[in-house]
C-alpha cells in the first residue's frame, strides 16, 4: 500500500489561498460602496416617510377635529419649534412637531398646547422647507399658507428628494437618483 494515496489531501496550496483572498478582496471592493449607496437611500426614504406620516396625521387631525393644526420645526435638541417666520426656505433637519396652538402664537408652549406627534430626524438628514418655520393646516385639511416644497437632502451622498405639498394638502415626490 502507497502512503501517498491512502492520506486524504489535507488544506489547500499557497496558491488557492491567494487566489481566494484576491476574489474575497475584488467581492469586498465593490460590495462596500454599493453597500453605503443602499444605506444612503434607505436614510433618505426613511427621512422621506417621517415627513410624510407628520403631515398625514396633521391634515388628518385638522380635518377631525374641525380646528387649525400647527406644524413646526424643532429646535435642536428641545421639544420647541425653531422659529415662528412663514417665509422663506428653513431649516427643518432636526424634527417636527405637530400640535393645536391653543394661544396663537405659532410655537408649542407646554401647558397650553395640545402635542400631538413628534418626529426626529437622523443626524445625516437635511430637511428644509420653502415657507419658513411652520406650516398651518387649516379645519378643512387644506394648507393655510397654500402650497410649498419640503426638501430632503442625505449630507453624505448628496442624494435629494423633494416632497411638494399641493394646496389640498396632498404631497407628491420628486426624487435625483
Not at 17 to 27: E, F, K, N, R, S
Not at 77 to 88: K, L, P
Not at 114 to 132: E, M
Not at 133 to 142: E, I, K, M, P, T
Request: hydrophobic share 40%; aromatic share 8%; with cysteine.
Amino acid at each position: 500500500m502507497d502512503i501517498k494515496t491512502s492520506r486524504a489531501q489535507c488544506g489547500f496550496t499557497l496558491i488557492e489561498l491567494m487566489v481566494t483572498t484576491t476574489v474575497a478582496i475584488v467581492l469586498i471592493t465593490v460590495a462596500v460602496p454599493a453597500f453605503t449607496d443602499l444605506i444612503a437611500k434607505i436614510d433618505l426614504n426613511t427621512g422621506s416617510l417621517q415627513v410624510r406620516e407628520v403631515l398625514r396625521q396633521a391634515r388628518s387631525e385638522a380635518v377631525k377635529t374641525g380646528n387649525a393644526l400647527h406644524v413646526c420645526s424643532v429646535a435642536d435638541g428641545v421639544s420647541q419649534c425653531a422659529g415662528t417666520s412663514g417665509r422663506g426656505r428653513k431649516p427643518w433637519q432636526h424634527g417636527m412637531l405637530v400640535f393645536h396652538d391653543a394661544n396663537r402664537d405659532r410655537r408649542f408652549t407646554p401647558g397650553s398646547d395640545t402635542l400631538i406627534y413628534q418626529v426626529d430626524f437622523s443626524a445625516g438628514l437635511a430637511v428644509s422647507w420653502g415657507r419658513g418655520d411652520y406650516l398651518v393646516y387649516a379645519g378643512s385639511g387644506r394648507p393655510a399658507l397654500a402650497n410649498g416644497t419640503f426638501e430632503l437632502l442625505h449630507t453624505a451622498s448628496g442624494y435629494q428628494k423633494k416632497l411638494v405639498l399641493n394646496n389640498v394638502g396632498r404631497i407628491r415626490s420628486e426624487q435625483n437618483w
